[in-house]
Each structure stands twice: as structure tokens, then as C-alpha cells.
């Protein structure tokens, strides 16, 4: 773990309160990360190799992104490049501001590297993160690495009126993301899984592919699903996503399962309820990314995240059929020199195997 870590962040998440630790490391990476001298110090510190690569007609730098959930707000946007991440995805954002579930909604398994969380899209609404990102833009502080949007449903809002609510997060985002997510399967919003039900799921896709069509850009909408959704049910979900011209698949969310406690604040944090995070979810998200890759057989990519903290558990990702992937606990648990030595990792393992490309790795495992 590097010194500017320990210095930045590492002291604050060794609170018991992992919330607040995540806010104050948050606050500090958009001040350091955000100006200019911080930003390049960082760069410095946290370069990650190049190990390009076309997804969506975008040219990602490398594979790695930050996972949704981490920057909920769009606070601190430049910072995610400069610490060797070559995209990011910001919220969840709902239609409407929420406060999210009562504190403390944030757990930490270190035994695990897990973490337990029952957040419930604490975000500040649509109309407020547009501001920002419209400032944002105008104040010249845009990343010039792609940009992903995680959209969720507003919580007082019921799952018959989901389709509209979703379509107006998605409306008032359009110009500030290359990327939409749509997120259906997150466990901290009542019912909200239900979405993946066939009614709710074709009317959600079909308001925002709708509007998509309606727009003068066009933009990748993907669909995250849910690793406790029964195989048969994630099959279908990617089969019809696919039919109603969604672009890729985001496998996972968080898991309510749990893994045997293996120790006394593991037990308790896995008393909690909310989705588990990290390395015990590694192993399922590596069988919904094959099931989603098997189902679209290639034809739209599918991004992998669940339990990634290495540059084994990266490449298991890539070769099940993730085009790219994301990190959310490992940056918690490891710092962010993770990503440069999961990239890094890559590139060799590319080599070693022979590819030309990180692209030839996709999937490779279905060959
Ligand atoms: C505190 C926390 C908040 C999250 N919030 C969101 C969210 O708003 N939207 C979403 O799609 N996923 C959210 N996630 C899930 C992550 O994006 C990711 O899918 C999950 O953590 C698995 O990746 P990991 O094992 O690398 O952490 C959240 C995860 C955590 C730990």
C-alpha cells in the first residue's frame, strides 16, 4: 500500500464507521484529486499501463473502471484517471434525491475482504447531479476517459411507474455520461428486483431505448443484473434485453448470500442486512459473466465486476467474457495501487498467453 494511501485514505477506513471513512476518503480525493498539482502527483503515483481496448465504439485505455456506488454524487470525476482508472461510473442516481437507508448501512468483513452494505441509492436526485456535471463541463473538469451513468429507481416511486422514472433519470443525464446502466438489482431498494420480471423489465427497456432513439447522440444503455437471480431467470433477462436493443450487460450487483463468518466481526457484519461485496462474491459473478456471454454469444459485451482484487481474478473475468471490468471493495481493502497492478498483471498475462490484444482474451475460456 503506497505512502500517499496511507497518508490520503487508509487511516480513515480503519474506522468503525466505514461510511463516514468512505465519505472523508471521498472528500479528500476531489480536493487532491480534482486540482491540478494533486491530480499530477496522483498520476504520478497510481499510472496505470496501457492495454487498449474498443468497447461500445469507445477506446478504453485499458479494462479496469471503478464500479457504481463508489461516487455516487459525480464528486470527484477527474480523480478516478489519476488514480489509474481508465473509466468510471458515477451514482446510483435516482429521479429524485433521497437520503437512503438509516445509519450505519456500511459493514466491513476484513477476514472476507467483504463488505456489507444497505446504502439504498443516497444520492442527490437527478436534477441536482446534472447541475454539478453541467459546471463540471463548463469549468473544463470533464475526464477525457469514458464516463458511465448508474441509473435507479426512485424508492418512492412504485414498480408500475419504474419505466417513466427510469426514462427521466436517463433524460436528464444524456448529455453527461457515454455509458447508461441501468440498475434493477440492487437488494437496498424494496422490490426493486422484481424489475427483473418480464412485464417491468420490457416496459423499463423499451422507455429508454425509446428515448435513446429519440435523441440526436446515440449512447450504450446496459442492464445490471442480479448474481441471486436463479440461472434460468438471468438467461432470460440477458435474451430480452438483447431483443429490446440493449447494448451490453453489467454482471453483478451485490449478493444477499453470505459466506460462514470466519470471525467475530465478520459474524456481525454479515448479520446485516444488504448486499455483500468483494472476494466471496467472486465466484458467482464469474458464472453470471459466462451465462451472460454464453446467452448474447458474443453479440453485446458484457462488463464484469464482483469480487475482482488481482490480476488471477481479473483475467478469470476477461477470459468468461468480460470486455471490461470494475472494482469497487478492492480499492477499499488494497488502496488504489490495486489498479495498476491488476493492469499491469494483464498485460503480462496477454503476453504470456500469446494474444495479440487483451480483445483475443474475451471469452476465451468458451472456445
Ligand atoms: C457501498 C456500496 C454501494 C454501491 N452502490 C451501488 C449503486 O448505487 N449502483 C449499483 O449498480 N451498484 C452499486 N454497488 C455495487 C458495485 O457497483 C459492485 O457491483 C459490487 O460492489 C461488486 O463489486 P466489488 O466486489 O468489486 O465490490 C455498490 C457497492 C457498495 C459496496
Given at each position: 500500500m503506497s505512502i500517499a494511501w496511507k497518508l490520503l485514505a487508509s487511516p480513515a477506513l480503519r474506522l468503525i464507521d466505514s461510511e463516514r471513512a468512505h465519505s472523508i476518503s471521498i472528500g479528500g480525493l476531489s480536493r487532491i484529486g480534482e486540482s491540478a498539482v494533486g491530480g499530477s502527483i496522483l498520476n504520478r503515483l497510481y499510472k496505470s499501463p496501457e492495454l487498449p481496448i474498443e468497447v461500445f465504439g469507445n477506446l478504453f485505455r485499458h479494462p479496469l473502471g471503478l464500479a457504481a456506488g463508489f461516487d455516487k454524487g459525480a464528486e470527484?470525476?477527474?480523480s478516478w484517471s489519476r488514480l489509474g482508472f481508465s473509466w468510471c461510473e458515477y451514482g446510483g442516481v435516482t429521479r429524485y434525491p433521497q437520503e437512503g437507508?438509516?445509519?450505519?448501512?456500511m459493514f466491513r468483513a476484513n477476514k472476507h475482504r467483504a463488505l456489507v452494505n444497505s446504502?439504498?441509492?443516497?444520492?442527490?436526485?437527478a436534477s441536482e447531479v446534472r447541475k454539478r456535471l453541467i459546471e463540471r463541463k463548463s469549468a473544463d473538469k470533464w475526464p477525457n476517459s469514458p464516463v458511465a451513468a448508474n441509473i435507479g429507481r426512485s424508492k418512492k416511486v412504485s414498480n408500475d411507474q419504474a419505466a417513466d422514472d427510469y426514462a427521466a433519470t436517463l433524460d436528464h443525464l444524456w448529455e453527461y455520461a457515454d455509458i447508461f446502466v441501468?440498475?434493477?438489482?440492487?437488494?437496498?431498494?424494496?422490490?426493486?428486483?422484481?424489475?427483473?420480471?418480464n412485464d417491468y423489465l420490457e416496459s423499463i427497456l423499451k422507455s429508454c431505448t425509446g428515448l435513446k432513439e429519440r435523441k440526436e447522440t446515440t449512447k450504450p444503455i446496459l442492464v445490471k443484473l442480479s448474481p441471486d437471480s436463479p440461472d434460468e431467470i438471468l438467461r432470460e433477462t440477458v435474451s430480452i434485453s438483447i431483443r429490446n436493443g440493449i447494448d451490453g450487460i453489467v454482471a453483478s450487483n451485490t449478493t444477499v448470500k453470505r459466506p460462514p463468518p470466519l470471525s467475530t466481526q465478520s459474524r456481525k457484519a454479515f448479520a446485516n442486512n444488504g448486499g455483500l461485496s468483494g472476494r466471496p462474491l467472486h465466484s458467482r459473478a464469474l458464472e453470471v459473466i459466462s451465462m451472460s456471454f454464453d446467452e448474447s454469444r458474443g453479440r453485446i459485451p458484457v462488463i464484469g465486476v464482483g469480487g475482482i482484487d488481482s490480476k488471477d481474478s481479473a483475467w478469470e473475468a476477461i477470459i468468461s467474457g468480460s470486455s471490461l471490468i470494475q472494482i469497487y471493495s478492492a480499492l477499499v481493502f488494497n488502496g488504489p495501487s490495486v489498479t495498476s497492478s491488476i493492469v499491469k498483471g494483464l498485460k503480462d498475462r496477454v503476453k504470456e498467453s500469446g494474444f495479440s490484444s487483451i480483445s483475443e482474451a474475451v471469452g476465451y475460456k468458451h472456445i
Open positions: 470527484a470525476l477527474l437507508n438509516e445509519k450505519p448501512r446504502m439504498g441509492f443516497n444520492n442527490p436526485g441501468l440498475n434493477i438489482s440492487s437488494p437496498n431498494t424494496p422490490g426493486l428486483r422484481e424489475l427483473q420480471e
